[in-house]
Structures are given as C-alpha cells and as structure tokens.
C-alpha cells in the first residue's frame, strides 16, 4: 500500500434547483416551501429565490470542523462547488464561504477553485462577484443550445442565454470554463449533435465535458422514458463529435472528459486517481485515508445527511451533519480503485495499482489475459490502460479485471 497521503481536495454541495430535471439523479431540489417557477426556457432575468444563505453557511462551516481531525496539516488543493445549482447562492455567501475555510485549512497558492453555473441563474454582476471571492474557473451546465432539446431535458435556459453566459463569463475575467453538454438526447439528430458541439468550439471553451444522456434510476426519464435516437445513430454521434474534438485541439483525457492544453480539470483528476477530499453540504460524499490507531492505514468513505431541511436542523446537533460512513476492505479496493482510474485515457502503471489496492501485479496481470482477448486494454508493458474499446464497455473490463 502507498505509504504517503494522496492529494487533498474539498467538495462543497449545493443542494437547491430552479427547477429539477427530469434526467437528474444528483442530489437536488426545488426550495421550499414551494412557490410556482417564474422560469421558463428563453425567458430572460433572473430573481433568485429567498433561500437560507445564512443558515446553509453556518452549517457548512460547523460540518467542516468535524472534519478537520482528518485533514490536519494538509494542504488543500482544488475546491469544487457543485449541485444542484450553485450559482443560485450570492457572490457574497461564496466570499464569506471561501474566507472562513481558508481561516481553517491551507489553501494552495494555486489551487483550482470551480463553480457550477447555469444559464438563466447569472448575470454580469454575479460573474464579477463570483470572480472577487476567489472563484478561477467555471463549469457551465448547459447540455444543448437547441430549444427543442432544452425544453426536453427541462432546462430553463434558451440557446441565447447560453451564449450570453458564456460571455459574460469572459467578460468578469475567467479564462478557465468548462462547458458540459450532452449528446444522445430526446429527438436529437447526428447533425443537431454535431451542431451542438460547433456552438460550443465557437464559443472557445478551455475544457468540455462532452457525454451520452443515461437514463438513471430514481428520475422522471426513468419512470417514463422519453424516444432516444437509435444505436446506430448514437454510434456516429460518438465517433463524429470525438473526432471533431481531436480536431479543434481537445484532448481526451477521460471517458467524457476533453480539454485544451493544461486545463484538465484538476479536481476530478484527483477523483480519477485516488486522492482525497473532504465533503462538505447536504448529501456530499468525501474520502480520506489515515493512519489508525494499530499504524495500519484505512481509507474512509463518509456521506452527509442528504435532504436541506434536515441538514439544516442538524446545526449544533451532537450527532453532527454524517449521516454514515464505511471503512474500505482491502478485498473493496481493487475495484474503488479501477473504477476511478481506468476512465483516464492514458490508464496507471501498475506500481500505482499495488500501492493504491495492495494488490500483486502477478494476480493482476492473471486476470487481465481475458480482457487482453477481448480487445478492451492497450498492450502496453507496466500500464494498465483501457483500449478505446474498453473505454466504451467500461463495466465489462471493471468485472474482468476485480471480480473474484
């Protein structure tokens, strides 16, 4: 096993939506008590609803202090708020956020600071308020700039907005965005893909999560799934759009993952290779490895109570905001690990395999000749590395190489 701590990040959860999506499996919901949604797609303006910007920071900041002990003496590295809808929450709340943690933890001079944003949340002067807390790159969510698409998927904003935000973005002084969009969807042609992805490269993005709708459990397009395009055509969206990709300069470093030079995404790439980070909010997940008290080391997985009501009323309760957490076995290990790992393109050596899973690389190596026939690993000496073939059937290469 490794004999030093990995790299630390922090997880900061948001729980609250404009409105929940209907393909939208992450931990998010409407503000309550309800009140009828102003926003519709194409709609223009922005008034953000009365939501508990001061109760929701108090119980942040208490929630990381628990966490603390674990992080003793460690230097954070990225920071990434996601959501739900981040942006709904002031330039102000992320200043006095980003200002009481670094009272806390060291912060990295050049540590990756991210904020998830939706269009029709933002406007300039958010932008610019968000750039003043300390905030260096956002990721913004804005899946499709077709309207037929958008009112699918349930988002509130137009094509139009999309592009303004992204602009605006420019304009307050970030120079590190991320765009996500999605591909596969609802009544979505190759060529309104491929025309998605045009949009976006116009727009110059420094890094784009490009990735395939699923339909997951516990969603509305689960309960009542919406016509997707055919196999075939979601085979020539894949290949088209990664082509086109490679071609305007991104680099795929990961299952769903492309970016221009030197901006990949620090903060996933520490999920992607085992580091740590702490969770902190309603329903954040965190991992962090230790020494216990018999010198053997562990790693911890620990998750926070998930609903924003009851998160909240756990301020100041002696039980604090965990609501369980799970001591990996080393027989869990192999499988943590790969799963993470394998979705980066360039794969790990499998030096970094032993000392992440404590794993020989004798029975690693006897359980990868049926994924070598199969064509889904690079032949490659002392790497384990997915074949593009094994990138696309992920799940079949993870059960050959950890299943017992």
Not at 136 to 164: K, M, T
Not at 224 to 242: F, M, N, R, V
Request: with cysteine; hydrophobic share 35%; charged share 20%.
């Amino acid at each position: 096993m490794a004999n030093t701590l990995p790299p630390l990040s922090l997880y900061i959860h948001t729980p609250w939506c404009v409105r929940k999506c209907p393909y939208c499996d992450f931990n998010s919901h409407e503000p309550s008590p309800y009140e009828p949604s102003p926003y519709e797609p194409g709609s223009h303006g922005f008034t953000p609803r009365d939501l508990p910007e001061e109760a929701y920071l108090k119980a942040l900041l208490q929630d990381l202090d628990g966490d603390l002990a674990l992080a003793a003496g460690r230097e954070i590295q990225t920071i990434f708020i996601g959501g739900g809808t981040p942006s709904l929450l002031s330039p102000v709340f992320y200043q006095r956020l980003l200002r009481e943690i670094k009272a806390r933890l060291p912060i990295a001079d050049d540590a990756e600071i991210t904020l998830e944003a939706n269009p029709g949340t933002t406007e300039q002067e958010r932008f610019i308020g968000y750039r003043n807390a300390g905030i260096n790159r956002l990721s913004l969510g804005i899946q499709s700039f077709q309207p037929d698409q958008l009112y699918a998927l349930g988002r509130i904003h137009s094509g139009n907005e999309a592009v303004a935000a992204v602009q605006q973005a420019r304009q307050a002084g970030f120079t590190n965005i991320n765009i996500d969009l999605m591909h596969g969807l609802p009544g979505q042609t190759p060529q309104l893909a491929m025309d998605d992805i045009e949009q976006a490269l116009a727009l110059a993005p420094e890094h784009l999560s490009w990735y395939q709708l699923t339909l997951e459990p516990n969603t509305a397009f689960h309960s009542s799934p919406p016509t997707l395009p055919e196999e075939e055509a979601l085979w020539d969206i894949q290949d088209k759009g990664h082509q086109r990709l490679e071609q305007a300069g991104f680099e795929r470093y990961e299952i769903s993952a492309y970016a221009t030079a030197h901006h990949q995404s620090r903060h996933n790439l520490n999920y992607w290779q085992f580091g740590d980070y702490l969770g902190i909010g309603a329903g954040a997940h965190g991992k962090l490895s230790h020494i216990d008290q018999n010198g053997q080391w562990c790693i911890e997985r620990r998750w926070k109570t998930r609903q924003p009501d009851a998160y909240l009323k756990r301020f100041n309760d002696l039980r604090g905001f965990i609501a369980g957490k799970q001591l990996l076995t080393p027989d869990e290990l192999p499988l943590e690990f790969a799963m993470n790992a394998l979705r980066l393109t360039q794969g790990v050596t499998l030096d970094t395999w032993s000392a992440n899973t404590g794993q020989s690389d004798v029975m690693l190596l006897e359980r990868l000749q049926t994924a070598d026939k199969k064509g889904l690993l690079m032949q490659m000496p002392e790497k384990l590395r997915a074949s593009p073939q094994g990138l696309l059937f992920l799940n079949e290469l993870l059960a050959l190489i950890c299943d017992d």
